[in-house]
């Protein structure tokens, strides 16, 4: 069973610019997670997506958003990025309320 | 606001050894707790969980231990092994809120040969 895809797995932007990440999530699962991980912050839930439906959110401002489509896969978006996102950014995919199974994360590097 | 702490962020054991990593919880509404392992350039790795209605529950060399009334969360990795240098999340997640999980600082655990 193929586990949690993220792409892409490194990329680079300047501030300024606007970013796009993708995952899909196992086969299966319907609840797909967002967190942002720095050295600073650590782990942070960005915001999880349940049938298309945003089911919860976390603290980030609106630059941060995403959507979730019907085959399940996932993407987020981060606008008018700023020097703080450059971040390793994860995906874990569950089902309904079990074990989060996460991605190998995009790296992002805002410069 | 409320928050899952770890007592220490580095561990060193010897290969053998027996490890302790510990974390500290603040919201007594948790009532989901797991343990993640992260490599260097992986995503978080799950290894074991437990709910708040149980205060011990054991898998493959690891043991993960919950002290409901000092909000108290530790995992025991036995005869630790060079692989199992890595860092260590512990996280907590409220009834009925799904894919959010609050996690704490994290520990690296070191293994020396």
């Known amino acids: 069973k193929a586990g949690v895809t993220q792409t892409p797995r490194y990329l680079i932007k300047t501030r300024g610019q606007q970013v796009t990440l993708s995952c899909s999530p196992i086969s299966g699962h319907r609840s797909v997670s967002w967190y942002q991980q720095t050295p600073g912050q650590g782990l942070q839930f960005l915001f999880e997506?349940?049938?298309?439906?945003?089911?919860n959110k976390g603290n980030f401002p609106g630059r941060f958003s995403g959507r979730q489509f019907s085959n399940s896969r996932s993407e987020m978006n981060v606008s008018t990025l700023e020097l703080g996102d450059s971040a390793l950014y994860l995906c874990?995919?569950?089902?309904?309320?079990?074990?989060?199974?996460f991605g190998e994360g995009s790296r992002l590097t805002v410069l | 606001g409320e928050s899952v702490g770890l007592h220490l962020p580095t561990l060193s054991v010897q290969e053998g050894d027996n490890s302790i990593i510990n974390c500290a919880y603040s919201n007594s509404a948790s009532d989901y707790f797991i343990w993640y392992k992260q490599e260097s350039g992986k995503g978080p790795q799950f290894i074991i969980d437990?709910?708040?209605?149980?205060d011990k529950r054991q898998g493959q060399r690891v043991t993960v231990l919950l002290n409901k009334t000092v909000k108290h969360l530790s995992l025991q990795i036995a005869a630790t092994q060079p692989g199992d240098s890595a860092v260590y999340f512990c996280?907590?997640?409220?009834?009925?809120?799904?894919?959010?999980?609050?996690f704490g600082q994290g520990t690296e655990l070191s293994v020396k040969p």
């Open positions: 874990a995919s569950s089902l309904a309320a079990g074990e989060l199974f």
């Open positions: 437990i709910r708040s209605n149980m």
């Open positions: 997506y349940f049938s298309e439906t945003q089911r």
């Open positions: 996280a907590e997640r409220e009834d009925n809120q799904g894919g959010k999980l609050i």
